[in-house]
């Protein structure tokens, strides 16, 4: 290219200079333009919270001052339709290409989609870049070429592949597009980050802990891997403090690249490898499975777009959901009358922040003994979290509800009292965040229902007037649940009864008594005599070149076939045979690194020059047919207490 080129940099969830792929290749080839585009229609109903708001802001105004240093300011704007803004940009200055760094979010891929067909349309080059993840989603698949849908399988097998991590250096200067004047951006507060002055005056604590920008995050992450990273798998047992990597934020808004995260922590492996430190395995295993949980999240959004509204089983369409709002009014505003419980949700609201094993405590409480959907708890976290992920908090969600073919299991109990003394044994997280309880003697902080009344009167608790008596009682959580997955079962067989028209045989028992794992096909090779395709795909981590042959339309390389029905498949770690294996994961990271789909369609992905597109032809299609009752489950990560557990209630 031409020194004359002008190229538009849009960051998004890429606030960093060094290691960014897009701005590299920006200064590279010519004249820059860095802009970011605030956009709230975009997000819908998933549009940012409080806390994730300010960190936002606080990030734009470091990189705005990068960027600075560098010779080229940050243009921010604020519009209606960030299409419209970024062709206005085009116009402005003349620019020939438009660079960006990919995301993997349902929302982001749609939108990505069109802005990127309108682009191309009107003769801009438009070229994006691996910014977020270590493996892209269409390069990991097993055997049979299907997406995995367990985690230790599709993680086994990324460790299997080669990968190679040559971070970018931040370019020593930017040369500033001509014709800047013309381009209508706006301050910082112009953008409308923070709505009013309360929640300026609710943010000012926030800076308090925490230092967002992508300096302070590799200061963060030095800091962890040098000092808190040895003691890392020991953490996991503690419910209160900084005691986890706290990098999830800065992941999240990419003022840190996680391939930077990947290649310091695996020089540090190989270092106390060499001095002979074993005790370091535990920990750098455990954290490094924990930015495996992180890239699953990406893979399974990417290859399965609809689990942000529904869960990835297809049974779960029947579960029989209780949409209690006083119920779900009680669990946000930790009143559940479950101390560990009350005292998790009531830290989440005023830091917007806690501990990851609180927030599978939480949430696992949440759908299993008040059997709340699960994605209201997740829209919950998203609304409040600091470091509010929609993929992590899917992949989370899904895993404790019992929605993934490795989650925990349907009919998994877990004990808040148990959980309490494991994690706060001293009950000093409690007394923390629930003054009401601050006397109360460690022997009854986490079963005060138990505890005598001269003990309760002397600790000044009342329960049932300035602390709430126990919102569910255990052996009725119990019993509700097991009614419950008895109810999804026989509404599921009956469903399945139904499409066979009443004709059941032997051979098609299994798959009425099994669960529903979609498949998803990301490589496969066909003969002309079965297919129009002839679909070629490496793993070498380059972009896929597939040829096809006599492809009629624009659907040219990637076939992904969403059966819902596939009951009888090969165990293969993609899959589950009749009678699913729910394994355990055990990882630090459930929801972040702390550190209904009924019908059958074919959804091709296109994979252009950059490896990366998409044609969402069946999806949208019924994403646009439903009505938005389809209420499904949630997920989790760890073993995180004693449950208790019966046989599930399953129709013969």
């Keep these: 290219m031409a020194d ?73 704007i604020r519009a209606e339709s960030t299409l419209a803004a970024l062709l206005e940009c085009v116009h402005s200055i003349g620019a020939t290409r438009v660079v960006y760094n990919r995301l993997y979010d349902p929302i982001s891929i749609v939108c990505d989609d069109k802005i990127k067909n309108e682009l191309s ?23 049979n070429g299907q997406a995995f849908t367990t985690f230790s399988m599709y993680w086994e097998n990324c460790m299997n592949l080669s990968i190679e991590i040559s971070l970018s250096r931040a370019p020593w ?34 800076s308090r802990a925490w230092s967002p920008g992508w300096r302070n995050a590799e200061k963060m992450l030095e800091e962890f891997v040098s000092y ?47 001095e002979g430190r074993s005790e370091a395995e ?16 990406r893979y399974l959004c990417f290859n399965f777009p609809f689990t942000h509204e529904r869960s990835l089983l297809g049974n779960l369409k029947h579960y029989p959901w209780r949409a209690n709002e006083d119920h779900f009014k009680s669990w946000r505003q930790g009143m559940t009358g479950y101390p560990l419980v009350d005292a998790g949700m009531r830290e989440l609201w005023a830091t917007g922040w806690t501990h990851n094993r ?36 899917i992949l989370g ?24 003394q494991k994690y706060d044994p001293d009950g000093e997280y409690v007394r923390t965040w629930i003054p009401e309880l601050a006397r109360m003697p460690t022997e009854w902080i986490h079963r005060p229902w138990d505890a005598p009344s001269s003990i309760l009167e002397v600790a000044g608790v009342e329960l049932g007037f300035n602390y709430p008596k126990p919102i569910v009682e255990l052996h009725m959580a119990r019993e509700c649940l097991d009614d419950a997955i008895s109810t999804m079962w026989q509404l599921d067989t009956a469903a399945k009864l139904a499409e066979l028209n009443g004709e059941v045989v032997e051979d098609n028992m299994n798959n009425i008594k099994s669960f529903d794992i979609p498949k998803v096909v990301l490589k496969k090779e066909l003969s002309p005599a079965t297919s129009p395709f002839d679909q070629r795909a490496s793993t070498n981590g380059k972009n896929q070149k597939l040829q096809p042959k006599e492809v009629k339309g624009p659907y040219k390389q ?95």
Excluded at 233 to 241: E, L, Q
């Design 228 to 274: 808190g990273l040895l003691e890392y798998s020991k953490h996991g047992m503690k419910a209160g403090g900084t005691t986890t990597s706290l990098l999830s934020p800065y992941l999240h808004f990419g003022e840190l690249s996680v391939r930077k995260v990947y290649q310091l922590v695996k020089t540090q492996q190989v270092r106390w490898e060499n």
């Design 4 to 76: 004359s080129d002008r190229t538009i940099v849009w960051f998004r969830r890429d606030l960093r200079i060094d290691d960014n792929l897009a701005l590299v290749a920006a200064a590279r080839e010519g004249s820059v333009l860095p802009i970011f585009i605030w956009c709230p229609a975009d997000y819908g109903q998933y549009y940012p919270g409080r806390c994730s708001r300010w960190w936002l802001k606080e990030s734009l105004v470091h990189l705005g001052k990068s960027l600075e240093s560098l010779g080229c300011p940050l243009m921010l």
């Design 121 to 143: 349309a009107l003769g801009i080059s438009v070229h994006s870049f691996n910014g977020d993840i270590l493996y892209e989603p269409w390069e990991v698949y097993d055997e």
């Design 558 to 652: 990637i076939v992904r076939v969403d059966v819902m029905n596939s009951s009888k498949m090969e165990d293969t770690g993609s899959t589950a045979n009749s009678q699913v294996s729910r394994k355990r994961s055990s990882s630090d990271s459930a929801f972040n690194v702390s550190l209904c789909s009924s019908s059958l369609g074919v959804h091709s992905r296109i994979h252009d020059g950059d490896g990366y597109s998409v044609l969402y032809s069946g999806y949208l299609q019924q994403k646009a047919d439903r009505d938005g009752a389809c209420k499904a489950e949630d997920k989790d990560i760890e073993d995180s207490g004693t449950s208790t557990s019966r046989p599930s209630k399953r129709v013969a």
């Design 173 to 206: 200067s930017l040369v500033p597009v001509p014709g800047l004047e013309n381009v209508r951006g706006c301050s910082i507060d112009d953008l409308g980050l923070e709505s009013s002055k309360d929640e300026e005056s609710s943010n000012a604590l926030l």
């Design 397 to 420: 969600w899904q895993y404790i509800s019992g929605s993934l073919p490795d989650g925990h299991e349907l009919s998994r109990l877990d004990n808040p009292e148990v959980q309490g």
């Design 358 to 393: 609180i927030r599978v405590i939480v949430s696992s409480f949440a759908v299993k003994f008040l059997q709340i959907p699960w994605v209201w708890g997740m829209k919950y976290f998203w609304d409040v979290l600091l470091d509010a992920d929609l993929e992590s908090d």
């Design 282 to 297: 535990e920990s750098l295993r455990l954290f490094l499975r924990s930015i495996g949980f992180r890239e699953y999240s």
